[in-house]
Each structure stands twice: as structure tokens, then as C-alpha cells.
């Protein structure tokens, strides 16, 4: 294979602004280095929240942008028949109804054209859900690559395990049939990308020979820089997309089980919840005192530098967290769950300690506590994280090792 390859990028998330969630910033930052060496045909869809101004923008970072419209989403029709039938369809196809509910069949149409006519030497599916589009027999033309953001097997069964599941019964019905849905669609690709090596040892399950890399996610240094002093105080601080659910479950969980106890302490503490497009749920928790949600803000960087502290207190959700990585890169010690640190070597017997690990309430008091009163640990968290993110953590390091991956090489 050539060191000039013409790539073949599969999104059905509109990959700009690479703000609007973790799918999104990965998938634009990953092809934002590939297009610098080689030519990049970008197909993706649409939903009404894309602008024509985002679409311009998006161009000047590919060779080739070809936008479809996201297809009406059925699965928002929450009759039990309905649900009924989207269960049975599961079963008869194997394909989850979150995935065919973003089924685009002219995009079909165009991919499938476009490899028939051998124009392109790679096709990568950025996010496991975009794996539809790929047929079985693509990999004996292309190179195949599926880009796994996180097991949809091991979350759907992580949120069994941790009571978080939204909706229990459909899951642990879902549960052996999303088992065989990823064995199955992993067979199709010459190699898988993930983020984490639990992802996969996961995914190696399904089959031991299967040529699969471990790609942690990135942080661009320039957007979320190292802040220039330590404010003090007591503010805390969670970041992320409000309408995601692990994130939502994060935010009621800290506000409700764990920020009173740290108010009895220091009175004057408060909790920003800083991300967008938050759900009424989390509206509601401005009511709890000392509360703030802002919903989307123009740059988080900073208000992750007026923060003490920053909290993520995930209990569901596979795969390295960006939010983690971000909060290092700017200098915020952080306090985060087994699923938050995931990925991460922070508090290892070899490693500098970079981040303080919390799971149950009482860790998560006592680390905060720790942290309020202690300005020399803060600095070292803050030092020791940022270290870590500007040596193993950059979407240029994730970027050249895509590269390799895309031109058959290992990295």
C-alpha cells in the first residue's frame, strides 16, 4: 500500500464543532491529522442542529464532504407495540434499533458506489455504529476499519452490573443479543481501533486473531491550555454533554449523595455543571443549593480554571473519558470513579500520583476534603496530570498512530 492513501470516513455523527460531545471531538481530530497526508472523503448526516455555516467550516478540513440528511428517527415512537416490534426486528436482523434508527439508505447507496468503483484504499467506520454500511465483502477490495469508541456488550452489561441501566428488563433482554451483534460486525474488519484495553480484551473474546489496537482518545493543548495559577476555595466542577446519559446519572448521583455532606463542611461550596444541552432532570438540580447549570458555554477551559476541583463521578460508560483528559490538560485536580480513570495509569505504585480515585460517597468526601485543605496536593495532581497529557495524550500522538493503522503498519 501506498504512503498516499484516499480514505473513506464513515460518520453518521456530524463530526463539527468537535465541542458538541466526545464522538464528535475524536472523529474530527482524528481526521483533521489523517487529511494532512492523505485525501479524505467524509460522508455523514445531518440532523436539523447542523448549521449551513458548519457544513462550510467542516470542508476546509477534508478533500471531499458528502452530507446526507439523518434519516426520521422511528425509535422515537415509544408505544409498547412499537417497542415490541423494534425488539422483534432485533431479533430476526441482529442489528440493535439505535443503530437502524440511523440507517440512511442513499448513504448506502454512495458508499457502496463509491467502493464498487475502486476509489478509495481505506474505509473506516468512525464509531461502531456506522458499521452498517460496511458489507461483508468490502475487505477482500479495502482495507476495513472500525474506529470502537466503547463496547456497546460490555456498557449495556456495566450498567447492569452497577444499577444504572435506564430501562433494566430491556437490557438484560438486549444483553446476549448486542453479545452476538459486535461478534458479528467485528468480523468484517481487517482491524479495530478502541480506546481502552479493557475494550480490548473484550473485543478479543469474540476472536483471538482479530488485529485489534488500542488508540486512546486526545486533548488539543491549544484549546484547553494549563491555567496560570491555582484559584483556592471550594468550587467543584463537572464537565460533559447534559443529554448524555452516564453523564446525567453522574451529576444526580454526585448532587444528591455526596455535595450536602461537603456543604456541612465548607458551607460555601458550590457545583457547576458545565455542558450542553442539559435535560429537564438536570435543570432541576439548580434548586439544590449551591448549584449551577450553564448549558453550553463558549470555551470550557475557562470555566475549568476557576475550579478547586473536578469531579467525575461516572458510574456507567466504557472507554477513556475526554472530559478527564481535558480537566488534566488544564491543571484541574480531579476526583474520578473506577469508569472515570479508566485507561489511565494515575495512582499506580510506578506512576506520579496524577488524579484521586473515588467510588463510593465517603471516598468522594474524603478526597475533595483532602484536596479543599491541601494546596500542595493540588499542585501536584495538577503537575503530574498535565505531564501525563502532553506526553501520551495529544490527538497528534492518536493521529499518527491511526495513520499507521490505515497503512498497515504497526505502531
Known amino acids: 500500500m501506498a504512503n498516499f492513501l484516499n480514505i473513506l470516513m464513515l460518520s453518521s455523527t456530524f463530526p ?28 455523514t448526516l445531518r440532523d436539523r442542529s447542523v448549521t449551513d455555516s458548519e457544513i462550510s467550516e467542516l470542508r476546509n478540513y477534508v478533500n471531499h464532504l458528502v452530507v446526507f440528511d439523518r434519516p426520521v428517527n422511528s425509535a422515537n415512537n415509544t408505544g409498547f407495540w412499537q417497542k415490541i416490534q423494534r425488539f422483534q426486528r432485533f431479533l430476526r436482523q441482529g442489528t440493535p434499533p439505535s443503530v437502524l434508527s440511523q440507517y440512511s439508505p442513499e ?5 457502496n458506489e463509491f467502493v464498487e468503483a475502486g476509489k478509495c484504499d481505506v474505509i473506516t467506520c468512525e464509531h461502531s455504529v456506522n458499521e452498517i454500511y460496511v458489507q461483508s465483502h468490502f475487505q477482500t477490495q479495502i482495507k476495513t476499519i472500525v474506529n470502537v469508541h466503547s463496547s456497546v456488550y460490555g456498557t449495556c452489561r456495566n450498567q447492569l452490573m452497577t444499577g444504572t441501566a435506564e430501562k433494566k428488563w430491556r437490557d438484560r433482554l438486549n444483553l446476549p443479543l448486542l453479545y452476538q451483534y459486535e461478534k458479528k460486525y467485528c468480523a468484517k474488519f481487517s482491524d479495530i481501533v478502541v480506546t481502552t484495553q479493557e475494550d480490548q480484551q473484550q473485543l478479543q473474546q469474540f476472536n483471538p486473531k482479530a488485529k485489534i489496537a488500542v488508540i486512546p482518545n486526545g486533548v488539543d493543548l491549544t484549546t484547553f491550555p494549563l ?5 483556592g476555595g471550594h468550587r467543584i466542577i463537572f464537565i460533559g454533554a447534559m443529554d448524555n446519559l452516564p453523564n446525567i446519572d453522574a451529576v444526580c448521583f454526585f448532587s444528591s449523595e455526596i455535595l450536602p455532606a461537603i456543604q456541612e463542611i465548607y458551607p460555601d461550596t458550590t457545583f457547576e455543571i458545565v455542558g450542553s444541552h442539559p435535560t429537564p432532570e438536570v435543570l432541576a438540580l439548580q434548586q439544590k443549593p449551591g448549584i449551577n447549570v450553564t448549558g453550553r458555554v463558549p470555551e470550557m477551559a475557562t470555566y475549568l480554571h476557576k475550579a478547586t476541583v473536578c469531579v467525575i463521578p461516572m458510574r456507567t460508560g466504557f472507554g477513556i473519558k475526554n472530559k478527564t483528559l481535558e480537566a488534566m490538560a488544564c491543571g484541574v485536580p480531579i476526583v474520578g470513579s473506577d469508569r472515570a480513570l479508566e485507561g489511565l495509569a494515575v495512582d499506580t505504585q510506578i506512576t506520579p500520583l496524577r488524579a484521586l480515585r473515588a467510588n463510593q460517597p465517603s471516598e468522594y468526601i474524603t478526597a ?15 503537575h503530574h496530570g498535565r505531564q501525563m497529557v502532553e506526553t501520551e495524550f495529544t490527538w497528534e500522538i492518536a493521529g499518527e498512530n491511526y495513520q499507521q493503522i490505515c497503512l498497515g503498519q504497526n505502531y
Request: charged share 15%.
Open 107 to 111: 448513504m448506502q447507496q454512495w458508499i
Open 227 to 231: 491555567r496560570s495559577s491555582d484559584p
Open 368 to 382: 475533595i476534603c483532602q484536596l479543599f485543605d491541601q494546596p500542595e496536593l493540588r499542585f501536584q495532581l495538577s
Open 16 to 43: 463539527y464543532p468537535p465541542s458538541r460531545g466526545g464522538t464528535q471531538v475524536r472523529t474530527f481530530n482524528l481526521l483533521k491529522y489523517l487529511s494532512q497526508y492523505h485525501h479524505i472523503t467524509l460522508v
